[in-house]
């Protein structure tokens, strides 16, 4: 073989190889422009549902503690007004009913957790809101005496523990979660049937 025609078929190959790397370039960043997109949306997504259960948490607390409220609420009643308060009521029991099967549609272990929270408040106070429509109501614009004293046990305590539930679920991580399963796993297992 001539040295032209070895030259010939180097610059024919060489073509050949440039061909590709041409349109590989373009491949390249496309390929790459579409994975970012991808999980730029996959993470808005993600963001966007926890945020959504966040609120929903929130909402679902904010039902459970409005329990607490009513015991002063009928402690400080004045004369008149027992059927809005009774009213106040029913709607605090349709907003735990609400959020508790809402959050199962989302997380058995936090319809779970929520309920075992508004459990816990509801009968903690029921004898102390039982006492409390049994003292007279006040009449009309006498001044409320602040009470000094709960007469039930602060429930901070379990309000915590909820909102830790609450975290541990919305972490981005996998540790908080597994935790959580394995501490509802083990309440679970020591709870009396």
Do not use: C
């Not at 440039?18 to 373009?26: D, K, Q, R």
């Not at 963001?47 to 503690?65: C, H, N, P, T, V």
């Not at 816990?120 to 602040?146: C, F, G, M, Y």
Request: a positive charge; glycine letters at 4%; zero cysteines.
């Amino acid at each position: 073989m001539s040295t032209s025609a070895l030259l010939s078929t180097v610059a024919l190959v060489t073509q050949q190889n440039e061909a590709p790397s041409n349109v590989a370039g373009p491949l390249i960043t496309a390929s790459a422009t579409v994975s970012v997109a991808f999980i730029s949306a996959a993470l808005i997504y993600l963001a966007g549902k926890r945020d959504r259960r966040r609120e929903l948490y929130g909402k679902a607390f904010q039902a459970a503690i409005a329990w607490e409220e009513l015991y002063f609420r009928v402690l400080r009643r004045e004369q008149g007004f027992d059927k809005e308060l009774v009213d106040r009521f029913h709607t605090i029991q349709e907003d735990i009913a609400f959020h508790t099967g809402w959050i199962g549609s989302e997380s058995e272990i936090m319809r779970r957790r929520y309920l075992r929270l508004a459990t816990l408040v509801k009968s903690t106070l029921a004898p102390h809101i039982r006492d409390a429509w049994s003292t007279p109501p006040r009449p009309p614009n006498e001044t409320v005496q602040p009470v000094n004293e709960i007469p039930f046990p602060s429930l901070n305590a379990e309000h915590e523990k909820y909102l830790r539930d609450v975290r541990s679920h919305l972490s981005i991580f996998l540790i908080p979660r597994l935790a959580l399963a394995i501490r509802e796993h083990f309440e679970e297992l020591a709870r009396p049937k």
